[in-house]
């Protein structure tokens, strides 16, 4: 006989096939790769690093800024090498002081989704007031992008899921889904911050089927300590995706089963240039 939770997690499941019926991709078809990535490359010389990823062969990117250049230069770099920027990560407070302006950055990149990478906390993460306040926000800036077409979101870092007292034990996580609408925000899941929290990235996708549409593809070292909420890591704690201990093909199928549509590599290791390639090999030739 299935639990209760399997039972709600399988109604879920078939409520995003059907949702997501039209949407479905396959995986391979949107590797794409979070400019983060090459953060020194780019500092150093960004028509060169950009030069790079197209040599990857990868044609979708996800923003972190604009380096040194407007918007508008960015953007041609991009169109000039056939890149298209279908995500840009921007931050909370920049969102909270011009909103108008991030809207206006984003329809010159052209991107389908605007995402905040983390929120800035105390040392015991967020409070239970805060995350109140931030769920409305996210509210209201969704309501914002959705009239310009533009789908806007949150990315997760682990500490999200801290139960905090004054909640009666729910977590950020948990406020983020109550007090904001999937048609109005959406969710990045970075892989590896999932399961450095200690969390199951394949059930948190079949049991909020309707909130995922973006994932990070990041995997963590074997052996690496989990169980931790802090949203920091060493940096060797992070490996080119396939050699970890996350298990990719059973993340992959259900990501594409409720309908995530693009997956960007984000790699934070020490050797990106070598990770990358890699990476890519991996997920390239991963049959699920």
Known sequence: MKSSHSLASFFALALAGALHLTAAVDYHNHIGLQL?????????DLPAALDLLKG????????????NLSVEDFTKLLSDRNLTAVSAHMGYDALKKDLPGAIRTAKILGVKYVITPSLARGPAGLTAAEAHEVAANFTKWGEAFRAEGITYG??????EFVALAEANGASAFDIFLRETKPELVTFEMDVFWVVHAGKDPVQLLKD???RWSLMHVKDIRKGAVTGLSSGHAAPIDNVAVGVGQINWPAVLKTAQEVGVKHYFIEDETPTPLVCIPDSLKYLRALKL
Do not use: N
Not at 38 to 44: D, P, S
């Open 56 to 67: 990857y062969g990868i044609t979708e990117v996800e923003t972190a800024g604009t380096g």
């Open 154 to 159: 949150y990315h997760f870092h682990g500490f």
């Open 208 to 210: 909020h089927p309707t």
């Open 36 to 44: 983060w990535s090459l953060r020194e490359q780019t500092k150093a």
